[in-house]
């Protein structure tokens, strides 16, 4: 069975400030996605970045970037200028053969004015 | 509609009693999934349809949990006898297919809360 940890319950960032939120995962599968969702007070998921594991290049959604280090099983997104409606809860997530899709257990982020 | 739908956005109930949750999903969208988010916690999952059937109930806690999908659009997660462990979020989502391309459009959630 696939597992996501997400070591850090929750982190600080000043407005305009770069952070970056930490994800490991455990598979014995080859081929696999990645993603980070963002859940805002509203409870509603928000897809903030996909990675295939097949691709060696990092994915890149403007002010966001993951860092993907396939061999090391890691998986951490980088927030460039960070915004006050960064503010949320991030999640990683896993998605294997099996179709499901397995979440951490989270991160809140909260951006400084 | 534009998005997932999920009702109703909140239930208060009483131990015991029976809940529905219902999930209209987006339209054309043959997956459809239930999770269930405690707090302070990552969803997870419960049961994920492909059209009418369901592919994959492994995640369902108990016999109390069940959900059906009977034209393969609307879906409805029904729970028996709740107890006060069932209280939390609700997420359902859906995509185009079920296969590993990625992307689940996810609905506000229902908040279940049992007395």
């Known amino acids: 069975a696939q597992t996501v940890t997400q070591s850090q319950p929750e982190m600080s960032v000043q407005e305009a400030e770069t952070v970056t939120l930490s994800c490991t995962y455990d598979?014995?599968?080859?081929?696999?996605?990645l993603f980070w969702y963002k859940q805002p007070p509203s409870r509603q998921m928000i897809l903030v970045i996909r990675q295939e594991a097949y691709k060696q290049q990092n994915a890149t959604e403007n002010r966001f970037s993951v860092n993907f280090q396939k061999a090391a099983k890691s998986f951490s997104l980088k927030i460039s200028d960070s915004q006050l409606g960064d503010t949320a809860m991030y999640f990683c997530a896993f998605l294997g053969a099996n179709s499901k899709l397995t979440f951490g257990k989270g991160i809140t982020l909260s951006v400084r004015p | 509609g534009a998005g997932v739908s999920q009702t109703p956005s909140n239930k208060v109930t009483e131990k015991g009693k029976y809940v529905e949750l219902r999930c209209d999903p987006i339209?054309?969208?043959?997956?459809l999934y239930w999770y269930r988010q405690s707090l302070g916690q990552g969803p997870e999952f419960l049961i994920y349809?492909?059209?009418?059937?369901?592919?994959?109930d492994s995640g369902l806690p108990n016999d109390r949990f069940f959900a059906v999908r009977p034209e393969g659009s609307v879906s409805t997660l029904k729970i028996q006898r709740t107890e006060r462990g069932d209280s939390a979020v609700y997420l359902c989502?859906?995509?185009?297919?079920?296969?590993?391309?990625?992307?689940?459009?996810f609905g506000e959630g229902s908040r279940l809360t049992v007395l």
């Open positions: 598979t014995s599968e080859n081929n696999y996605y």
């Open positions: 989502a859906s995509s185009t297919t079920s296969s590993n391309t990625g992307e689940l459009f």
């Open positions: 339209s054309g969208h043959t997956a």
């Open positions: 349809f492909q059209g009418t059937g369901a592919a994959d």
